[in-house]
């Protein structure tokens, strides 16, 4: 991989992984928020839920960031946010403007999806810490 290709793969992957750093971190020091949360879209478990979700968007997040076991970490988070699609932002049973907002918010979990399954596909590029470097 070229020293251009490099820079480029590594800011991507702090790219991708902010938002899961942030909002992990959010649901961590919020974790009674994030039960709400996952309660009010009747999933079974929201503290097993909420604990899961931590895990893997704020650890996720921090390996993609390393670089370390970025191609399985990108791939469970990948399968993590398609998931979320299924799970919250079901637009397809919502009306009106709710519904746009939960399209909006599905469309951007498959674009962040899609960035993921790169990453698992081409690896994190030189400049990581773990296995998997190109």
């Known amino acids: 991989m070229s020293a251009f290709s490099s820079f480029f793969a590594f800011f ?3 790219f991708l992984a902010a938002i899961f750093v942030v909002s992990g971190w959010g649901k961590l020091t919020g974790f009674e928020g994030a039960v709400g949360y996952i309660a009010s ?3 079974p478990a ?5 604990a899961l979700t931590i895990l893997v968007e704020l ?3 921090i390996l993609l960031i ?3 076991f970025s191609r399985l970490a990108a791939f469970v988070m990948a399968g993590f946010t398609l998931l979320t699609i299924v799970l919250v932002h079901h637009f397809w049973t919502f009306e009106g403007a709710d519904a746009m907002m ?3 918010h599905a469309m951007k979990n498959l674009a962040i999806a899609g960035g993921l399954l790169m ?5 994190p590029g030189a400049w990581a810490i773990g296995p998997g470097r190109d």
């Open 102 to 104: 939960q399209q909006i």
């Open 41 to 43: 879209n009747g999933l």
């Open 12 to 14: 991507a992957r702090i």
């Open 59 to 61: 650890g996720g997040g």
């Open 46 to 50: 929201p503290q097993v839920f909420a």
């Open 119 to 123: 990453v698992t596909a081409f690896g």
């Open 66 to 68: 390393l670089g370390l």
